[in-house]
């Protein structure tokens, strides 16, 4: 198992990453957002979904997953994994 990072953004983001990742974070850092993954580098890629939402402003789909929540100054955002 690895440590992997992966760049998401404010909209829904889809992410190649290998099968059976699991998330650990998602921070902001260097003027990104960033998912931290322990993952097998051998397994097989799969596509997932990822999307920033803010507090008071967002509707959580049905079926999606809580990932992380992160501070960037007065703002508060809420990262799910989307339900494919």
């Known amino acids: 198992m690895n440590i992997f990072k ?26 990104g957002v960033y998912l931290w993954v322990l993952a097998d580098p051998k397994a097989p ?16 789909p049905k079926g999606s997953t809580y990932v992380d929540t992160y501070f960037e100054g007065s703002f508060v955002w809420h990262v799910f994994e989307m339900a494919t």
């Open 6 to 31: 992966y760049q998401i953004g404010n909209a829904a983001t889809h992410v190649e990453m290998p099968a059976g990742a699991r998330v650990l974070c998602a921070k902001p850092k260097d003027g």
């Open 45 to 60: 890629f799969v596509t997932r979904v990822f999307e920033v939402m803010a507090t008071g402003y967002s509707t959580v």
